[in-house]
């Protein structure tokens, strides 16, 4: 699901660039919980909220209703 999404400013998925990981995806189906943890490219990468917010809404929307989608980490 994550792995499509393309990074903002270069023509590779966010999981090419490792901004992603399976590693950093942490899911508990029985209280229907998922934390993602991203890491930018860059330690002060301006595209942070924006690939925040690219994740947090492929989630809501891949994800069954019973899931609450909580703020994202981004790790420095």
Not at 18 to 39: G, L, M, P, Q
Not at 63 to 73: A, D, G, N, Q
Request: aromatic share 6%.
């Amino acid at each position: 699901m994550a792995r499509d999404i393309k990074d903002p400013e270069h023509p590779y998925s966010l999981e090419e660039l490792k901004v992603i990981t399976e590693d950093a995806i942490e899911v508990d189906d029985k209280h229907s919980y998922v934390r993602v943890t991203f890491t930018p490219t860059v330690e002060h990468c301006s595209m942070a909220t924006v690939i925040g917010l690219c994740l947090r809404v492929k989630l809501m929307r891949s994800l069954p209703s019973r899931y609450k989608v909580c703020p994202l980490f981004c790790h420095v």
